[in-house]
């Protein structure tokens, strides 16, 4: 039973199409990131949101835009991709009630820009 | 600003042996610090967290760490490493208090030989 769900799981995509890419959460919890993975780079974040009516840009959130259809779901499109977006991307929730941030992660986006 | 440096992007332990993953924080504020593990084509999952009550957490598997004020440090353990230990760890930290954002290092691959 996966907490926080990630669609699709692998996407092969060319320069210029605009692509979406969708998670879900049936923990509950108020905060929801994106992150995308390089190797050697770590994570990087790319948006967070902290409910529906509240979404803020990351380090690195130029190229992309995001969704907060519902407190459940939260989306990540590219617009125009590029082959420098070739990553794996990464969606995750957290708790507002903790007083620590554990967050907690999807399996992962595997894309690939031609 | 709040940062991590993980020393050694890849490490190799021998099958038995004691496995020690090392991370220095930066921080203005006290800390909050975690260790996740990322297993292939997973995403990365809760190995412990500090949260400022004992200074020697242990974690899932076997794991354990050392908050050390005056080193910055919260170095990773394991006394006799696993095959099933291979994996890619990531130290993070993130700040008490307000948006509780959250830094990753780049991470270690950590190989177990047989």
């Known amino acids: 039973d996966a907490d926080v769900t990630q669609t699709p799981r692998n996407r092969i995509t060319k320069t210029g199409k605009r692509i979406m890419l969708e998670c879900s959460q049936t923990?509950?919890?108020?905060?929801m990131y994106w992150y995308r993975q390089d190797p050697g780079l770590g994570l990087r974040l790319i948006y967070y949101?902290?409910?529906?009516?509240?979404?803020n840009k990351g380090e690195i959130s130029d190229g992309y835009s995001v969704s907060r259809q519902a407190q459940a779901k939260f989306s990540l499109s590219l617009e125009s991709a590029i082959p420098n977006q070739t990553a794996l991307y990464f969606c995750a929730t957290s708790d507002t009630v903790a007083d620590y941030n554990e967050q907690f992660f999807g399996p992962g986006t595997r894309l690939t820009v031609l | 600003a709040q940062s991590v440096t993980q020393l050694g992007s890849h490490v190799s332990v021998s099958e038995g042996a004691l496995v020690l993953l090392r991370c220095n924080y930066s921080s203005s504020v006290p800390p909050y610090l975690f260790w996740y593990v990322q297993y292939p084509n997973q995403g990365l999952q809760l190995l412990l967290k500090y949260t400022s009550a004992a200074t020697l957490v242990k974690g899932i598997n076997g794991f354990e760490a050392e908050f050390k004020k005056s080193e910055t440090s919260f170095h990773l353990t394991k006394p006799s490493a696993h095959m099933s230990d291979a994996a890619e760890y990531f130290c993070?930290?993130?700040?008490?208090?307000?948006?509780?954002?959250?830094?990753f290092g780049t991470g270690t691959k950590l190989q177990v030989i047989p």
């Open positions: 949101s902290f409910d529906v009516k509240d979404i």
């Open positions: 923990k509950g919890h108020d905060r």
């Open positions: 993070a930290v993130s700040d008490q208090g307000g948006y509780q954002k959250v830094t």
